[in-house]
């Protein structure tokens, strides 16, 4: 196995699991938010790795960089779309206090 | 040890510091920033592993995205620069078992799965962005128009969201 895979395999890991943390630590939602950029950057470097390291003649590999950068600016539209909903109702955006749905 | 190799060990190194940063600081305007670095090193890292165009668009992107990002910590924090050290975290201890067990779950797939032959050339970046271009506009048109009109439907709906609600009076 190349080093270079390898290398951008465990950063990919790293990147997941620092988002993973912070997605469940923090209770702020735009912070919730970055942890959830940083599981999807951590899914794209697996990816380019992939198409660099094992299939370089298919551009597939990229076009899937591409769809997950999509959901990075849609989760960021609607995550900053509800954000502002729940200011103007509550006054913040703090997800602890965010308890009506609550069964 | 080749340049290549160094490269994407020091991007990827900045990448992961930066994202770990972005939850270790109070100040959330820090935090976006270290978000934006740590985004812009993966762009790098990209750039590294000789996907030019795909490298160039998320350093980008991110940096729009994660200046919006900050303009918006500003707005909803009370204490933006974090002054007052205030903590913004619960169940610590759930969340660092998380992500470790799911780094190292990661981590173990990487080591001991077989990826098989490694490709040790790659297209040249005038050649890759033909090959991406084609892709999109013929096999893959179906996933990237649908991709398209996702985020259509996500700027609309976000929108519709935020709008202030118009109250009403009688007469109306």
């Known amino acids: 196995m190349s080093?270079?895979?390898?290398?951008?395999?465990?950063?990919?890991?790293?990147?997941?699991?620092?988002?993973i943390y912070g997605a469940l630590s923090q209770t702020n939602l735009v912070m919730i938010m970055m942890g959830i950029e940083l599981i999807l950057a951590g899914a794209m470097v697996n990816l380019v790795?992939?198409?660099?390291?094992?299939?370089?003649d298919n551009p597939a590999g990229q076009m899937f960089v591409l769809i997950i950068m999509t959901v990075m600016a849609i989760e960021m539209a609607v995550g900053f779309g509800v954000a502002i909903a729940r200011f103007r109702a509550k006054g913040s955006v703090e997800m602890e206090e965010a308890a009506e749905l609550k069964g | 040890?080749?340049?290549?190799?160094?490269?994407i060990g020091f991007f990827g190194l900045a990448g992961v510091w930066f994202g770990i940063v972005v939850f270790r600081t109070f100040s959330m305007v820090r935090s976006a920033l270290a978000l934006l670095f740590s985004q812009t090193a993966i762009g790098a890292m990209f750039l590294s592993m000789q996907a030019e165009f795909?490298?160039?668009?998320?350093?980008?992107?991110?940096?729009?995205?994660?200046?919006i990002m900050a303009i918006f910590m500003v707005m909803f924090m009370m204490d933006?620069?974090?002054l007052g050290e205030m903590d913004m975290t619960h169940q610590k201890r759930l969340s660092l078992g998380a992500g470790i067990v799911s780094f190292m779950a990661a981590v173990a797939v990487a080591v001991f799965v077989d990826w098989g032959p490694l490709a040790s050339v790659s297209p040249d970046a005038a050649q890759q962005t033909i090959d991406l271009g084609l892709e999109l506009l013929g096999r893959s048109m179906l996933i990237f128009e649908t991709a398209g009109i996702t985020?259509?439907?996500?700027?609309?709906?976000?929108?519709?969201?935020?709008?202030?609600?118009v109250k009403r009076t009688r007469e109306q």
């Open chain 1, 49 to 56: 790795a992939f198409w660099r390291y094992l299939h370089p």
């Open chain 2, 1 to 7: 040890m080749t340049a290549q190799m160094f490269f």
């Open chain 2, 80 to 82: 933006p620069g974090g």
């Open chain 2, 54 to 67: 795909l490298g160039v668009l998320q350093i980008m992107m991110m940096a729009t995205e994660m200046s």
């Open chain 2, 151 to 165: 985020i259509l439907t996500a700027m609309i709906a976000a929108t519709a969201v935020a709008i202030q609600p």
């Open chain 1, 3 to 19: 080093i270079e895979l390898l290398l951008a395999l465990i950063t990919g890991a790293a990147l997941f699991g620092v988002g």
